[in-house]
């Protein structure tokens, strides 16, 4: 018994991989060899490549298309109509396929409509891509960035909230309450009781 949902206009190739509890709604199509985890939601008109990893709770939403070479860690949004590349230089004569360069979008990471990435690089954890941000470059984990080419304008919270840091040190959640320390040009979450005031 399938533990999935696929909708009737959606295409799954025999050899994906389709975790439980996700949900693939109007003409999709999912290409073999690819991975998604469980309690996934892809958005109408998404196409997965072969060899592309989604990790648990990853949210896709409408008109995203996502190729070899692309890997999504746990709790990643990517918005509407945003963008991934997998090759640096193409050309229509030439055949890169083997070429295609790795993009690795870890844990947490939001991704807005409109965004493109470029290939070959890392979103660090909880970071947030504004949209139509265009990256080229690594983002370090919590950094907000927007723009073109995208630049940090702030940090974010692992609840999406942008963090004020006190004495560019401290930050708290407004939301959750949790704290952040930003310490050597990268924020941290202090975990448990660490007597940090904010």
């Given at each position: 018994m399938e533990d999935f949902f696929i909708h009737q206009t959606a295409v799954v190739d025999e050899g994906a991989s389709i975790g439980a509890g996700t949900k693939i709604w109007h003409f999709c199509h999912v290409s073999s060899g690819s991975v998604i985890g469980n309690h996934c939601v892809l958005g109408q008109n998404v196409f997965v490549a072969s060899e592309v990893t989604l990790g648990n709770n990853v949210k896709v939403q409408n008109n995203v298309s996502i190729y070899t070479g692309v890997i999504c860690e746990d709790d990643v949004f990517l918005g509407?109509?945003?963008?991934?590349?997998?090759?640096?230089?193409?050309?229509?004569?030439?055949?890169?396929?083997?070429?295609?360069?790795?993009?690795?979008?870890?844990?947490?990471?939001?991704?807005?409509?409109?965004?493109?990435?470029?290939?070959?690089?890392?979103?660090?954890?909880?970071?947030?891509?504004?949209?139509?941000?265009?990256?080229?470059?690594?983002?370090?984990?919590y950094a907000l960035v927007v723009g073109n080419p995208a630049h940090q304008v702030g940090w974010m919270s692992e609840a999406g909230e942008k963090l004020v840091f006190i004495e560019s040190r401290y930050a708290q959640c407004a939301v959750t309450g949790e704290k952040y320390v930003l310490e050597g040009g990268k924020v941290r979450k202090v975990s448990g009781n660490s007597g940090v005031m904010v």
């Open positions: 509407p109509s945003m963008v991934f590349t997998n090759v640096i230089n193409p050309r229509s004569t030439i055949n890169r396929k083997s070429e295609f360069m790795k993009t690795l979008v870890r844990k947490g990471a939001s991704i807005g409509a409109n965004a493109t990435i470029v290939c070959g690089v890392t979103l660090g954890r909880y970071c947030f891509i504004g949209a139509g941000a265009v990256v080229t470059r690594d983002i370090p984990e």
